[in-house]
């Protein structure tokens, strides 16, 4: 069975842009999660989507955005780069909410100019 | 919010050496995993453990839910285990800890 997958790998903004970033999640699996991992602040949860709902939400701007299709492929949007956006994030995928075991893609890693 | 405290922060072996990393936790979890963060940045799944012990070749791990903490064993250390491990535990979204840091040296 395929792992999740996340595209783009790596990319490259300036500061005032918007980036989308996509999530595919494991077979099967209906739950896909965000996250974003900086040097300062670790790996922070950004949001949850289960049957094309947010279900759960970090502490971020709303600037950061998503939403989930129904074959359940992720898409993350971030608007109005800002130089601190650069960072690794990482989607997760789970059969369903709560009490599952959560599985990594491998990361987008983006830098803001 | 629930906090998770892992430590060593770091950790220095040489290869064969064993060694254990903890996990602390604030409040009731139904969801605990342990990671580790290949030097690509990837997040492997090493164990999904909310209580009890489960082994895995050279690593095992052991959750005590009663007293919040989690502890993972690595024996026989090698230098392909190195990089960053993570505890995360959840209610309903994963909350990680600031991870331990192993440095396997031949």
């Known amino acids: 069975k395929a792992g999740v997958t996340q595209t783009p790998r790596y990319l490259i903004k300036t500061r005032g842009q918007q980036v989308t970033l996509s999530c595919s999640p494991i077979?099967?699996?209906?739950?896909v999660s965000w996250y974003q991992q900086t040097p300062g602040q670790g790996l922070q949860f950004l949001f949850e989507?289960?049957?094309?709902?947010?279900?759960n939400k970090g502490n971020f701007p709303g600037r950061f955005s998503g939403r989930q299709f129904s074959n359940s492929r992720s898409e993350m949007n971030v608007s109005t780069l800002e130089l601190g956006d650069s960072a690794l994030y990482l989607c997760?995928?789970?059969?369903?909410?709560?009490?599952?075991?959560?599985?990594f893609g491998p990361g987008t890693r983006l830098t803001v100019t | 919010g629930i906090q998770v405290e892992q430590s060593p922060p770091d950790l220095i072996l040489q290869e064969g050496a064993n060694s254990t990393l903890r996990c602390n936790f604030s409040?009731?979890?139904?969801?605990l995993q342990w990671f580790h963060q290949n030097p690509w940045g990837q997040l492997i799944n090493l164990f999904y453990i909310p209580s009890g012990t489960k082994q895995n070749g050279r690593l095992s791990a052991t959750t005590v839910a009663t007293e919040r903490y989690s502890l993972l064993y690595i024996s026989s250390s090698q230098t392909t285990d190195s990089g960053v491990y993570f505890c995360a535990v959840s209610s309903n979204k994963l909350i990680f800890g600031t991870g331990t840091l192993l440095a396997v040296q031949p």
């Open positions: 409040d009731s979890v139904n969801n």
């Open positions: 077979s099967g699996h209906r739950s």
């Open positions: 997760a995928s789970s059969l369903a909410r709560d009490s599952h075991e959560q599985y």
């Open positions: 989507y289960f049957s094309e709902t947010q279900r």
